[in-house]
């Protein structure tokens, strides 16, 4: 049985970090140009080399995306950005264009290569030609089943491996090369500027009446008529891992710290779970549903594994998140005096606070929860709250405000803070 890796997506260096804690096996980051997410915050180089050291000092692998489709005017760039690359020594890059693939060959041939979903793989005879040009791996298209997976591990050889997507969104267009973005905004959805017009409303105009719109229906629920429900695997575990993929790949480089933070949390432990015995991994179902549940989602489907996608898989109604809970922030380093960092914490101090940069307000008496990476929540009050001049203050309501908070139980460096959604209304 291959033991598969837990790969997880990284926005920032604060994101890395709390996938390192949280459970990944390895990480996928951007940097600033050549990837598929341009709004995403993205990494400079101070930070890449910064997040490549604190995951490889956990243990954790590091991936690179350098997956646009290039044209002419980006291979100098490119160039550049692979000599970047090779000094700061992450594990793996991920590329989809040929040419890039060709550069990255000549440039960085210490560091594998992985092929991106995005070259549109959905034959063993492309893996077996990417193989032969030199690539470690080979990300299967999100059009494939897990029977044509399986198939497609029969024909190459045991040491090129399956990187599979096990959570996240779902794209509307093949292997998500899209070019509804491109025409309505003139952003490119290949060059890592996606608008996300799968999202939107759409009606029909009739040549003759312009500004007369007729909503579009699907079976009479709606008009959101490219709007895919999220892809989630966690009931299937099993089933990905008799299928002979390596990795499991967590969509999501655009997400907070408590998305990331949860999906590798609940997928680390069902794996390890499944691992250690099959009924344990069943037992503990009704928890990892619960827990993926409470990240931010668009309902669930197991997408083209078990074949193809019907008018169930779409939402026709809206195009809002199911959002549970609150994202508050990360427990930072804990100060035994508010304002105060530079005095040593002893063990036991009643004062001790944890500094934290906040992400939504929450005040002096909530009920809030300590997120653990081995798996526990933690119910705590929130007793006091000082800003970064020591002053005792009520809330705090500016977006990424600095704040010592003082909790009835301390939490550790990097647990995540939360609260319910309902909780606050």
Known sequence: MRKPELLIPASSLEVLKTAVMFGADAVYIGGEAFGLRAKAKNFTREEMAQGIAFAHEHGVRVHVTANILAHNYDLDGAREYFKELKEMKPDALIIADPGMFTLAKEICPEIDIHISTQANNTNYMTYLFWYKQGAKRVVSARELS???????????????????????????????????????????????????????????????????????????????????????????????????????????????ALYVATVARTYRKAIDDYLESEEKYRNNM????????????????????????????????????????????????????????????????????????????????????????????????????????????????????????????????????????????
């Open 286 to 425: 009704e928890w990892y549903k619960a827990e993926i549940a409470k990240c931010t989602y668009r309902q669930f489907t197991t997408g083209f594994y078990f074949g193809r996608p019907d008018e169930t898989t779409q939402i026709y109604d809206n195009n809002t998140y199911v959002n549970e809970y609150i994202y508050l922030g990360i427990a930072g380093s804990l100060v035994p005096e508010p304002g105060n960092v530079n005095i040593p914490v002893e063990e036991n101090t009643e004062s001790v606070c944890a500094r934290i940069e906040q992400r939504n307000k929450f005040c002096v008496g909530d009920e809030i929860e300590i997120m653990k990476p081995d798996g526990t929540n933690i119910p705590v009050k929130v007793l006091a709250m000082y800003n970064e001049d020591g002053e005792a203050v009520e809330s705090c309501p500016h977006s990424k405000q600095v704040i010592d908070v003082k909790l009835s139980e301390i939490p550790a460096q990097y647990d995540i803070l939360r609260v319910c959604n309902t909780a606050q209304q």
């Open 146 to 256: 897990l029977r044509e997976i399986k198939e497609i591990r029969e024909h190459i050889p045991d040491e090129l491996e399956i990187e599979s997507f096990i959570h996240g969104a779902m794209c509307i267009s093949y292997s998500g090369r899209c070019l509804l973005s491109s025409y309505f905004t003139g952003r490119d959805a290949n060059h890592g500027a996606c608008t996300h017009p799968c999202r939107w409303k759409y009606a029909v105009v009739e040549e003759k009446r312009p500004g007369e719109y007729l909503p579009v229906y699907e079976n009479e629920r709606g008009t959101y008529i490219f709007n895919s429900k999220d892809l989630c695997m966690i009931e299937h575990i099993p089933e990905m891992i008799e299928a002979g993929i390596d990795s499991f790949k967590i969509e999501g480089r655009m997400k907070t």
